[in-house]
Each structure stands twice: as C-alpha cells, then as structure tokens.
C-alpha cells in the first residue's frame, strides 16, 4: 500500500491497530458471555455503567447529527445518523426494562473513573472545534466494538444463557450491522478528503476509543 492510499482508511487503521481491537470486540467479558459461564454480578455492573455511558452517547450523537447537517456534501448521512438516535431511543427504554428485570436501581449507581473519563472523552468531541470527520469517526468506532462483541455472542457454536440473548442481539443484529457499514462507509469518504492534520486526530481518536472500549469491559469485570 502507498502511504498516502486514502482507499478504506478505517480498513487500514484497524489493521493496523488489530491487537487493541481485538482486545475491544474478544475481550474475557464478551467471550463470558458468549460461553455462558458470565459472572452475573459483572454483567449486572455492566448494565448500570452502560446505562450512564449511553446517557452521554445521546447528546455525542445528535453533535454529529449537527456536524453532518452542516458539513457533509450528502444529505444521506443525516438519515444514517438520525436512524442511530432513534435505535438510542429504544435502547434508552430497553436499558431501565432490563435494569428492572436484574434489580439494578439506574438512579443509584455511581460512574466509575474510566466510564466518566469516557464520558468526558465523548464531550470533549462535541465541541465545535473538532470537525465532522473526526465525530463520525470515533461514532462509527463506538457503534461497531459493540456490534462486532455482541455478534461474535451469537455466532455459531455460542452458550449465551436465554436472559442474555436479547442483550446480544439488541448490538449483534444484521440490522446493526448494516448500520456500522453504513457509518463506516461515511468516515472512509471523509477521511478520503480530510487534511494530514484531521487524519491524525482521527486516527488518535480511534485509539482512544478502543482503549477505552477495552478499559469499560475490564471495569464491568471489577478489575478497576
Ligand atoms: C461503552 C459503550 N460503547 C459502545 C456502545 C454502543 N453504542 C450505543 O449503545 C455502548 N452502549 N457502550
């Protein structure tokens, strides 16, 4: 490859970085999951810190909704996203059903360190200042750790107890999947145009969202 192929760069980019994303999409919580011997006070943990998280994934989504509304050449891309904030809705409403049916009190639980350091990680790109091409790459980065994870539950061969399949299907689905595409076929056309100097920021932002992707399931294990 030339170093200046701009073809696919999100291809490139995690190739590049496989062993942080596969850290990401195999990490020991999912592959729990995936072979049923999931620790349910973990899994609990998880639901409650991911509860926060999305609550802060919200308002990150409709910045890139702006950002695409005022930046992008197609208008395609809004429809993409707004598709993507109306799955937030649902799955806003699915998150306190499922707390329900564990028992976890949403409105007690208290925001670790890496998921506030997240949190602050995705304000930190809602800022004007960080352009539509580096939002969209690191929304299309969030979104797909979480679609690889949960599909690679329901791929052949898994033991994902019954109470958690609707969890892996909600992220795992064919329909998610198309939507990640959708995403990332978006940021490798931006990425295409973008000067040296939004690349790097790109590139970095990715980094730190697969570090901190890997950081979230590590917290939910209790190993922060
Ligand atoms: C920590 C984390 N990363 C990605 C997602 C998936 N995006 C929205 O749901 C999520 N829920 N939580």
Not at 21 to 30: K, L, M, N, S
Request: proline share 2%; glycine share 4%.
């Amino acid at each position: 490859m030339e170093a200046n192929d701009r073809t696919e760069m999100t291809v490139t980019w995690l190739k590049k970085h496989r062993l942080i994303y596969v850290g990401a999409t195999r990490h020991p919580f999912i592959l729990s999951i995936r072979d049923g011997s999931v620790d349910i006070s973990a899994f609990k943990r998880w639901l409650g810190q991911d509860y926060i998280f999305v609550r802060a994934f919200v308002p990150f989504a409709a910045s890139v909704l702006l950002k695409a509304w005022k930046e992008s050449d197609d208008s395609c891309d809004v429809d993409v996203i707004l598709g993507g904030i109306a799955a937030l809705n649902d799955e806003v409403e699915w998150f306190k059903k499922e707390a329900t049916k564990w028992s976890v009190a949403l409105n007690s639980v208290v925001s670790q360190k890496v998921n506030l350091d997240y949190c602050r990680f995705l304000e930190s790109l809602m800022s004007p200042d960080v352009d539509y091409t580096q939002a969209i790459t690191a929304f299309w980065a969030i979104e797909t750790v979480y679609q690889e994870s949960f599909a690679h539950c329901l791929e052949d061969g898994s033991k994902i107890p019954d109470e958690l399949k609707e969890t892996c299907q909600r992220w795992g689905n064919a329909s998610f999947g198309q939507y990640c595409h959708a995403l990332q076929s978006i940021a490798d056309r931006q990425l295409k145009k973008a000067s040296d100097d939004v690349l790097a920021k790109a590139e970095v932002n990715l980094l730190r969202v697969l570090e901190s992707e890997v950081e979230f399931w590590n917290m939910s294990r209790g190993e922060v």
